[in-house]
């Protein structure tokens, strides 16, 4: 009789151990899936300022992403009889007037200098269609549509040049590997490899255990198109034609190690013009 009591017992404390674990897997994941919809899912901020603000003839104007056409948003500030053109880029979380509307001074300065600007909201971003962004893979085909776009405004590529931030200067490294049209960079505070940088960052954004990470970006992957494995412009860079590309980078960055601008320029090699 005590046996069977006994055995009754251990079957109960083995099936509420099973349903233990199970409930853990469950948040594990589950916990793991929010993430990875938060960390896709940008948020989208009021434009910041305007150029009108610095007395700036500007147009709004609208194109598709190539491939998948998102319809994306942006301003076009023309410069007097000028042939050349700057494509203002921002970065994750942003829009084309920056965080707090600190491009628009850098787009005047360009126009002042001769350089027509387009100055653009990824998708998810500003006031650009979307509701996710792929931390640089999908964000490619809005830097493409960005040269067709003015393409179609009859500037030649070799014309057409990229002031880029961020997750930007990393999307915009990235399509120059695969787009010759895209090939003079300004790249400012980019990351080398995404999944070097979320290794660092996501424990401290999401403030999970570094555990939590491989299903993150799993989940990030198969559910939401965003492979953080191949968002890593160090690898691509030495293809670039020498004197391309320009790196900036504050030395006390502490979201995107400046270690990563030094990885990046020794990847490019003889494309570097310059390393600020």
Same mark, same amino acid.
């Given at each position: 009789?005590?046996?069977?009591?006994?055995? #009754?017992?251990?079957?109960?404390?083995?099936?509420?151990?099973?349903?233990?674990?199970?409930?853990?897997?469950?948040?594990?994941?589950?916990?793991?899936?929010?993430?990875?919809?938060?960390?896709?899912?940008?948020?989208?901020?009021?434009?910041?300022?305007?150029?009108?603000?610095?007395?700036?003839?500007?147009?709004?104007?609208?194109?598709?992403?190539?491939?998948?056409?998102?319809?994306?948003?942006?301003?076009?500030?023309?410069?007097?009889?000028?042939?050349?053109?700057?494509?203002?880029?921002?970065?994750?979380?942003?829009?084309?007037?920056?965080?707090?509307?600190?491009?628009?001074?850098?787009?005047?300065?360009?126009?002042?200098?001769?350089?027509?600007?387009?100055?653009?909201?990824?998708?998810?971003?500003?006031?650009?269609?979307?509701?996710?962004?792929?931390?640089?893979?999908?964000?490619?085909?809005?830097?493409?549509?960005?040269?067709?776009?003015?393409?179609?405004?009859?500037?030649?590529?070799?014309?057409?040049?990229?002031?880029?931030?961020?997750?930007?200067?990393?999307? #915009?490294?990235?399509?120059?590997?695969?787009?010759?049209? #895209?090939?003079?960079?300004?790249?400012?505070?980019?990351?080398?490899?995404?999944?070097?940088?979320?290794?660092?960052?996501?424990?401290?954004?999401?403030?999970?255990?570094?555990?939590?990470?491989?299903?993150?970006?799993?989940?990030?992957?198969?559910?939401?198109?965003?492979?953080?494995?191949?968002?890593?412009?160090?690898?691509?860079?030495?293809?670039?034609?020498?004197?391309?590309?320009?790196?900036?980078?504050?030395?006390?960055?502490?979201?995107?190690?400046?270690?990563?601008?030094?990885?990046?320029?020794?990847?490019?090699?003889?494309?570097?013009?310059?390393?600020?």
């Amino acid at each position: 009789m005590h046996s069977g009591i006994a055995n #009754v017992w251990r079957e109960r404390w083995r099936l509420i151990g099973f349903a233990a674990v199970a409930a853990a897997l469950i948040a594990y994941l589950g916990i793991s899936l929010v993430v990875a919809d938060s960390v896709t899912r940008p948020y989208r901020r009021a434009l910041a300022s305007s150029p009108a603000v610095f007395g700036l003839d500007y147009e709004d104007v609208t194109f598709p992403s190539t491939g998948d056409a998102v319809p994306l948003s942006g301003w076009f500030l023309p410069a007097a009889g000028s042939d050349h053109v700057v494509v203002i880029v921002h970065g994750r979380n942003s829009s084309r007037t920056g965080d707090s509307g600190e491009l628009v001074p850098h787009a005047a300065a360009l126009v002042e200098r001769g350089y027509n600007v387009l100055a653009v909201d990824f998708r998810g971003h500003g006031e650009s269609g979307g509701l996710r962004y792929t931390l640089g893979t999908a964000e490619q085909r809005d830097v493409l549509g960005a040269v067709a776009y003015l393409e179609e405004r009859g500037f030649a590529p070799a014309r057409i040049g990229f002031w880029a931030h961020s997750m930007g200067a990393a999307t #915009v490294l990235l399509t120059a590997a695969t787009s010759p049209a #895209v090939h003079t960079v300004v790249a400012d505070s980019s990351f080398a490899r995404l999944d070097d940088l979320l290794a660092e960052q996501l424990p401290r954004t999401s403030g999970l255990p570094g555990f939590f990470n491989p299903p993150i970006l799993f989940f990030a992957r198969v559910v939401f198109d965003s492979d953080a494995s191949i968002v890593n412009p160090e690898d691509v860079v030495a293809g670039m034609p020498r004197d391309s590309l320009f790196i900036i980078h504050a030395e006390g960055d502490r979201l995107i190690p400046v270690d990563h601008a030094h990885r990046i320029a020794a990847a490019a090699g003889p494309a570097v013009h310059d390393l600020w």
